[in-house]
């Protein structure tokens, strides 16, 4: 069976659109020889449509970094699912570790968007991690379940084939700290088994997420459970990105 490798870039709130659509532009040109790999970018919201527009005809897929569950209403500040189609986005990041810390969104809130979006076909990538107290008190993998939990919950009544789930250590995120192979082993072959064996289902691709850069990427993506990467501070530059991108796509197969 072949292996896909996701190379997902997370802009968070950095770039003006003119500097969103010139890095997009550059990834375009060099995503075009690409055969295997999938390059997806989740720039600020407001610079979607400047990155769509750059990225048009080359694969690359443009996404946002948070979502609403709901199709409109009154909800001040957010998205919604049909708003980010009509600007030719396919995914939404949930769950990021900066919205539960800084913006208390809990367990169950950030189910809510990830449902809303996947019954609404919508890909999502579902963001798990521990802090480092979790580590080191040993609860990183009930940590992860009780993430997981609300979401594996509702999703047995519909379709998650648009789900992707990351493993963000908290405590590698922008750190420069990179979880050790033997850590991410663990808690990737963790979250597959606890999909596998509460779901009943085939688990999502788990991407690996916390201060990847070129120099570690080939390492982390030796590791079979790991199907791609998500990628913030090393994804804000052209050449570092691109060496990212190019180790995904020589371990596709
Ligand atoms: C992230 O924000 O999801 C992330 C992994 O950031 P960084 O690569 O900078 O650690």
């Known amino acids: 069976m ?3 490798l996701y ?3 997370n802009w968070k709130m950095n770039l003006r659109a003119d500097q969103s659509a010139e890095l997009a532009g550059q990834l375009a040109d060099f995503s075009k020889s690409l055969n295997k790999a999938q390059v997806w970018i989740a720039p600020a919201a407001v610079n979607i449509p400047a990155v769509t527009y750059a990225t048009e005809s080359s694969g690359i897929k443009i996404g946002s970094q948070n979502v609403h569950w709901d199709k409109n209403g009154a909800y001040t500040g957010e998205i919604s699912v049909e708003m980010l189609r009509h600007l030719n986005c396919s995914f939404a990041i949930v769950g ?20 809303g979006a996947l019954q609404q076909t919508f890909k999502v990538i579902f963001c798990v991690g521990e802090n480092l107290s979790q580590r080191k ?6 940590v992860l379940q009780a993430q997981l939990d609300p979401l594996l919950e509702a999703s047995r009544e519909f379709d998650t084939s648009g789900l992707l789930i990351a493993y963000e250590p908290v405590w590698a ?22 999909w596998q064996n509460k779901a009943n289902a085939l688990p999502p691709p788990v991407l690996y997420g916390g201060s990847v850069k070129p120099d570690n990427v080939a390492d982390i993506l030796s590791v079979a459970e790991v199907s791609g990467t ?10 570092s990105f691109k060496d990212i991108i190019l180790a995904h796509e020589k371990l596709s197969c």
């Open 230 to 239: 998500l990628v913030g501070g090393a994804s804000l530059n052209f050449d």
């Open 2 to 4: 072949g292996r896909t």
């Open 137 to 142: 008190s040993g609860e990183t993998l009930a």
């Open 173 to 194: 995120i922008g750190t420069g700290k990179v979880a050790s192979i033997g850590e991410i082993e663990e808690a990737h072959a963790a979250i597959i088994d606890y």
């Open 96 to 115: 990021h570790s900066e919205r539960r810390r800084l913006f208390l969104e809990s367990n169950e809130l950030t189910a809510k968007r990830a449902v």
């Open 7 to 9: 190379a997902v870039a």
